[in-house]
Nanobody, 126 residues
Framework: QVQPVESGGGLVQAGGSLRLSCAASGRTLSNYVIGWFRQAPGKEREFVAAINWSGRTTYYADSVKGRFTISRDNAKDTVALQMNSLKPEDTAVYYC???????????????????WGQGTQVTVSS
């Protein structure tokens, strides 16, 4: 099984950028659909973005569309989440999740994903 590992979180001012990375411990990430989720204090974990195996199909939550970009480099076995024009409401712990299958009706649910990373903190100051 695969174990996602996130990196790249930190503290940034509003309007700034951060790039999160998801790598794999165990099996290769290229065999999995990857989703990014986030969870702010006192809130439920919510979908941010997802990418299929080839990287040609991506989906975004409305709240990040046009600001965040998900991409994957299967040669390097990583998935990135480029976050631009960050807002204080983007502050959360960001999680990378992996699923061996694709379901266009379910990819934005946490229950769709079998494997989860430990998360990386993103803090956006105003």
């Amino acid at each position: 099984q695969v174990q996602p590992v996130e990196s790249g979180g930190g503290l940034v001012q509003a309007g700034g950028s951060l790039r999160l990375s998801c790598a794999a411990s165990g099996r290769t990430l290229s065999n999995y659909v990857i989703g990014w989720f986030r969870q702010a204090p006192g809130k439920e974990r919510e979908f941010v973005a997802a990418i299929n195996w080839s990287g040609r199909t991506t989906y975004y939550a409305d709240s990040v569309k046009g600001r965040f970009t998900i991409s994957r480099d299967n040669a390097k076995d990583t998935v990135a989440l480029q976050m631009n024009s960050l807002k204080p409401e983007d502050t959360a712990v960001y999680y990378c999740a992996a699923s061996p299958s694709w379901d266009s009706a379910r990819f934005y649910y946490t229950t769709f994903y079998n494997y989860w990373g430990q998360g990386t903190q993103v803090t956006v100051s105003s």
